[in-house]
């Protein structure tokens, strides 16, 4: 019954590859996060999507594309990893004209 | 100078003691203020969650939030080793804008 699941835990790759992680949510959400966490621990949004709108895009590179195919599932796909994207990336879900965010436990990336 | 400002810590306080934490902001729009718990290799998770001035209690947990001095806090009683976790401060405008704005986070170990 786990409320907000992604998909790998871990992903270790190659500079260069393309790699994509994914999150679903079983809480009925509406709004639906990425964020990035560096090694130093600071967490900082990366996009937001409302009912599979985009509606918060963060200053991030265009290698990083979002896809929410239905409001429970928000997908992330990364082109030509490089050293610097490697952190932990976690989703989060929130219901639409609330503030409380809900997370996901994390996708540790470690690009080589 | 940052959005929200939170010193890293580390905290180290005998089991039984008071944890205070805080964190100050440069807008003065936030509106709605939380504190997240994130376990070593976990996701957040929602622990306290204010809107505007005042204090909030649950359990062993106090909030509060001085919107006049642009600071807030969080206060830990009887402290247990199971406290022992990073503690972020997060904050967001409200009123559709669900971006959240974190602090870098408070490590806090609670020694037995």
């Known amino acids: 019954d786990t409320a907000v699941s992604q998909t790998p835990k871990y992903l270790v790759t190659q500079m260069g590859n393309d790699k994509s992680i994914k999150c679903e949510q079983n809480?009925?959400?509406?709004?639906m996060y990425w964020y990035k966490q560096d090694s130093k621990k600071f967490l900082k949004i990366m996009f937001s999507?409302?009912?599979?709108?985009?509606?918060i895009n963060e200053t991030v590179p265009n290698r990083f594309s979002p896809k929410s195919p239905d409001k429970a599932h928000l997908n992330l796909h990364i082109n030509s990893l490089e050293l610097g994207d490697s952190a932990v990336y976690f989703c989060?879900?929130?219901?639409?004209?609330?503030?409380?965010?809900?997370f996901g436990p994390g996708t540790r990336l470690l690009v080589l | 100078q940052k959005e929200v400002e939170q010193d890293p810590g580390p905290l180290s306080v005998p089991e039984g003691a008071i944890v205070s934490l805080n964190c100050t902001y440069s807008?003065?729009?936030?509106?709605?203020f939380m504190w997240y718990r994130q376990y070593s290799r976990k996701g957040p998770e929602l622990l306290m969650y204010t809107y505007s001035s005042g204090n909030k209690e649950d359990g062993r947990f106090t909030a509060q939030v001085d919107k006049s001095s642009k600071y807030i806090s969080l206060f830990i009683r009887d402290s247990q080793p199971s406290d022992s976790a990073t503690y972020l401060c997060?904050?967001?405008?409200?009123?559709?804008?669900?971006?959240?704005?974190f602090g870098k986070g408070n490590q806090v170990v609670v020694i037995p």
């Open positions: 989060a879900s929130s219901r639409q004209g609330e503030e409380t965010q809900y």
């Open positions: 997060a904050m967001t405008l409200g009123y559709g804008n669900n971006r959240l704005a």
């Open positions: 807008n003065s729009a936030f509106q709605y």
């Open positions: 999507y409302n009912n599979k709108e985009l509606i």
């Open positions: 809480l009925g959400h509406d709004t």
